[in-house]
């Protein structure tokens, strides 16, 4: 029998990973297979999904929609000769992927088809950011077109009246979406599985390739920058100097995600930042003897480089 596929994409920091650490554990019952790809080098979305188990295929430096069409062969004929192991598979695109381009394989090789069912799209819209991102990002509105579900996120930070001036800006964007509300940070998980793709009506069959071929990626002038740092930051340090950088230059970074090593803290630092937010909370305790690093990717437009390195330098501990 073919494994379901559930696709969750969402502009950069729309809370993928937030929903699908809530998908995991509302369907505790189901054991699913993970395909988690980030745009940056350092991986850094595994570490923030509980990990059922070892079912975590991550696949770091590049975009879904170009590096899986390579790697995707492979990595589902793994998942299929270890198909006991595991119920259900969810993907986890970039933030910039265009879902398309991700969903491609599975409407257009033979065998994958047979062995593999997307049942859904899911896309995260953070509400707050999404009419800015529908003006200056392809990637945004390629992300709502293609969902079967679009996903309200972060709701509480709006006004309703500017919800519903969202929710009918994206119906007329897809129609044929249905659009749930994230309730009070509770996701209607329940009545979002139960919303199958239309394999008939949708892209199903239809030739959704893009011309990603070259393996070159076509996200305009969107990049990343990835840091790694072997020397512990001082975390007052790094908070002041990353929430100046937000609140006084940051119009074009879109997405700031760390795992911080940070000195005399025992566990990790979780950084976040999307638009002007920043958020750092502790992750996982350090294990004994393991290599602490910081891991740290800037996403955005015109990223200067250098200004991060001194910013990082300047943070770390004595
Ligand atoms: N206030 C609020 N914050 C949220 C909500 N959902 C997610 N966040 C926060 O938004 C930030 C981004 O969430 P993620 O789940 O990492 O978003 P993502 O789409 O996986 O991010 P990328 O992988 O970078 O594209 C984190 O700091 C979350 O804690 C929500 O419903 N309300």
């Keep these: 029998m073919s494994k379901s596929v559930t696709i969750l994409t969402g502009f950069l920091g729309s809370g993928k990973t937030t929903f699908l650490n809530a998908l995991l554990i509302a369907k505790k019952d189901k054991k699913f297979a993970i395909i988690e790809n980030e745009f940056g080098q350092e991986g850094i979305d595994g570490e923030l999904v509980m990990k059922p188990d070892d079912s975590l295929f991550e696949m770091n430096n590049g975009c879904l929609c170009c590096t899986l069409n390579d790697n995707i062969y492979e990595i589902l004929s793994e998942l299929n000769s270890r198909n006991q192991e595991y119920d259900e598979l969810l993907i986890e695109t970039t933030g910039i992927a265009d879902p398309a381009g ?21 896309c995260l819209i953070d509400v707050a950011l999404i009419l800015d991102q529908l003006k200056n990002t392809e ?28 929710k009918e800006t994206l119906e007329k964007l897809n129609p044929f979406a249905k659009v749930f509300k994230e309730n009070d940070g509770q996701f209607p998980i329940d009545k979002i599985y139960a919303t ?48 100046g950088y937000l609140v006084f230059e940051a119009k074009d970074l879109y997405r700031v995600k760390g795992i911080i090593h940070a000195k005399d803290i025992e566990h990790r630092l979780i950084l976040q930042s999307v638009g002007q937010s920043l958020v750092i909370t502790g992750g996982r305790k350090w294990d004994e003897g393991e290599e602490k690093k910081s891991r740290i990717v800037f996403i955005g437009k015109h990223l200067d480089k250098s200004l991060f390195e001194q910013m990082l330098n300047g943070s770390l501990a004595e």
């Design 102 to 122: 991700v969903a491609n394989p599975f409407f257009g090789n033979s065998e994958i088809k047979r062995d593999f069912s997307v049942k859904r799209v899911v």
């Design 196 to 243: 199958e793709r239309d394999q008939d009506f949708k892209t199903g069959g239809k030739d959704t390739s893009h011309d990603h071929k070259s393996g070159h990626h076509h996200h305009g002038d969107i990049a990343s920058l990835s840091f790694v740092f072997d020397k512990p930051f001082n975390e007052k340090e790094l908070q002041m100097r990353l929430f």
């Design 139 to 166: 990637e945004a509105i390629k992300q709502i077109v293609f969902a079967d579900v679009l996903l309200l996120n972060k709701t509480a930070s709006v006004t309703e009246a500017h919800l519903n001036e969202i």
